[in-house]
């Protein structure tokens, strides 16, 4: 399968400080990225849906000027968290889908640790 | 919402089948059937979708139900590697999104 990379796997940051994450379709151009948060045990919640040269997404709850997404070009997506508090920590991933072919199959990133002291 | 329903968890011996069961009564004609599963801190790797026939590749199979309310996932021999969280989603054919409900939590023993 298609293989999407997320930078950095895991990040430590202070409190009211801005972290940027990226992820990336190595092998294939990704018309579709999505960003997903996942707190400890629980399940993977959507966070917002970005096309590229488009501004992205976001699902029901999530604050668009404090998770700013871009998806600048057909292999990168970036997630910036903004003044960051301890609750924004979590595992960050992305995923990545292509147009190409019949059915478009979504890849997921590695995820990245958020830790925010 | 999540669309479909699971066991929390389930549990296997090393080298037996599984099979893990997903409700998902309200799926329409369009939806495809996704499963995939999360190891421990990592991304949720791809396992097997379908339709409305059976599926089979090198991972698992898929068994779809006639009126396709449910779905089952089988693994036909379970190994350590195979301990994770797996989650049944119908994709949203207009959005494309996937919705992860709280899947099913698997143990293998050795």
């Known amino acids: 399968g298609a293989v999407v990379s997320q930078h950095p796997s895991r990040v430590i940051c202070k409190s009211g400080t801005s972290v940027k994450i990226e992820c990336r379709s190595l092998d294939f151009q990704a018309t579709t990225m999505f960003w997903y948060r996942q707190f400890p045990k629980q399940s993977l919640m959507l966070m917002a849906t970005?096309?590229?040269?488009?501004?992205?997404?976001?699902e029901q709850g999530v604050e668009k000027d404090k998770f700013l997404i871009n998806h600048a070009s057909l292999t990168l997506s970036t997630l910036t968290v903004t003044s960051a508090h301890p609750e924004d920590s979590s595992f960050y991933i992305c995923s990545a889908s292509s147009l190409a072919g019949i059915y478009n199959e979504q890849f997921f990133g590695p995820g990245t640790r958020l830790t925010v002291l | 919402d999540a669309k479909t329903t699971q066991p929390n968890s389930m549990e296997s011996n090393e080298e037996e089948p599984v099979h893990l069961p997903c409700n998902h009564s309200t799926i329409s004609g369009t939806d495809y059937i996704h499963w995939y599963r999360q190891l421990p801190s990592q991304g949720p790797e791809y396992v097997i979708h379908?339709?409305?026939s059976n599926v089979n590749n090198r991972m698992a199979s898929l068994a779809i139900a006639e009126d396709r309310k449910s779905s089952t996932l089988i693994l036909h021999r379970a190994t350590l590697r195979d301990a994770a969280v797996y989650y049944c989603i119908l994709r949203d054919e207009d959005t494309d999104k996937l919705i992860f409900g709280t899947g099913t939590r698997l143990q293998v023993f050795p």
């Open positions: 970005s096309n590229e040269g488009s501004k992205a997404t976001y």
């Open positions: 379908g339709l409305t």
